[in-house]
């Protein structure tokens, strides 16, 4: 099967920017690591993605657009169109000649025991924008067919694992972006995923909050601090964790953290010590023990989190840079794989990763 040429883009529950990442694939086993960009959002970005997130959380009609969601969508859609063109200004390439974009958009909303996934960005004017083919809404036919439509990646992990010859023993793909997820990979059994708890999201929420940043920088004041061992009983209370697989979270799903009494660098090291405790509350739930953990996504650059995973899951923890793969771009690797997938027909999800029915593609294809 030829290789196709594709960007594929992501914007995550952290809402830092826009990823864009190039890979040749046949959506299968083989995969060319391209070149990578990043467009951070501005400060007036995120605000408006903020009070998109807080008019999207009453929403039951999915192609509803109120208050902020309609002038964030714009923006989403302006900002890819922006990173795209931005990344191929900069390796000297013409948009025109990528095959396909695959292109997540910005979950504004994840209620998948309601039937509704709502990720904003259109994506018919993006195709227009780029004269490339966009494959976007890519978790909608899971979450129809009564899967959870997260997490998409794990298809993709899989086959680096394959292609890096690590498939031989068990190990775990850990996704540490706003919310975390694991994918599990072992001989002989189909991959496992599932969201598993918080990622970097209340830890960037409350450093905006108390300091104005956006985001622990280096984990330094998560090192700083000194978890509280009864605000961390009660984060881990709570019924998601004790659920198997698969399951998957919305970002403001622990939005309502037990912190607030805490100081700032208390507060960060107690939510470290929750998004380390609920990724090892998951790997106990697989069927063995990984003998690796790989680590990508914004928390990979956390050494905090990093430090926290590897003394409570007692497991060898390397980052995805570190057996060659992309830290930061790794996600918008997946979205272009899973785009070249839906391009074919090929299946973006499976029973053992969202609970699907049944192997299902997905994406809806628009043309320039």
Not at 117 to 129: E, M, P, V, Y
Not at 179 to 208: E, H, R, S
Request: hydrophobic residues 50%.
């Amino acid at each position: 099967m030829p290789l196709l040429r594709a960007i594929g883009l992501m914007s995550g529950t952290s809402m830092d920017g826009v990823d864009v990442a190039l890979i040749e694939t046949d959506g299968e086993r083989t995969v060319g690591q391209g070149p990578s960009y990043f467009l951070p959002y501005g400060e007036a970005d995120r605000a408006l993605l903020r009070a998109a997130l807080v008019d999207a959380a009453n929403l039951t009609d999915r192609t509803a657009r109120p208050g902020a969601l309609a002038a964030a969508e714009a923006m989403i859609t302006a900002r890819h169109a922006e990173a795209v063109e931005a990344f191929c200004a900069a390796e000297h390439f013409d948009p025109r000649t990528i095959d396909v974009i695959g292109f997540h958009g910005q979950t504004a909303l994840h209620r998948p025991e309601k039937g509704l996934t709502i990720q904003i960005g259109d994506g018919a004017a993006l195709a227009r924008r780029l004269g490339v083919p966009v494959i976007h809404d890519l978790r909608a036919a899971d979450v129809a067919a009564g899967g959870q439509g997260a997490p998409l990646v794990p298809v993709y992990h899989r086959a680096l694992i394959e292609a890096v010859g690590l498939d031989d023993r068990p190990v775990a793909l850990v996704n540490i972006g706003g919310v975390a997820n694991v994918t599990f990979v072992a001989p002989g059994l189909d991959p496992i995923a599932c969201d598993c708890g918080p990622g970097n999201a209340l830890i960037d929420d409350l450093m905006l909050a108390r300091t104005g940043a956006a985001m622990d920088r280096g984990g330094a004041s998560a090192l700083a601090g000194e978890a509280n061992a009864a605000a961390l009983a009660e984060l881990l209370d709570h019924p998601f964790f004790a659920a198997p697989p698969p399951k998957s979270l919305d970002r403001n799903a622990f939005a309502r953290a037990p912190v607030e009494r805490l100081s700032t660098l208390d507060a960060a090291a107690t939510l470290v010590e929750f998004t380390a405790e609920a990724i090892a509350l998951c790997l106990r739930q697989m069927p063995d023990a990984a003998s690796l953990a790989i680590v990508c996504g914004g928390g990979a650059r956390n050494p905090a989190i990093l430090r926290a995973l590897g003394r409570r899951t007692n497991t060898q923890v390397e980052t995805a840079d570190a057996v060659g793969w992309s830290v930061d771009a790794m996600e918008a690797q997946a979205f272009a794989y899973l785009a070249v997938r839906s391009l074919r027909g090929l299946p973006i999800t499976f029973p053992t990763t969202t609970g699907a029915p049944r192997a299902m593609c997905g994406g809806v294809l628009d043309m320039p």
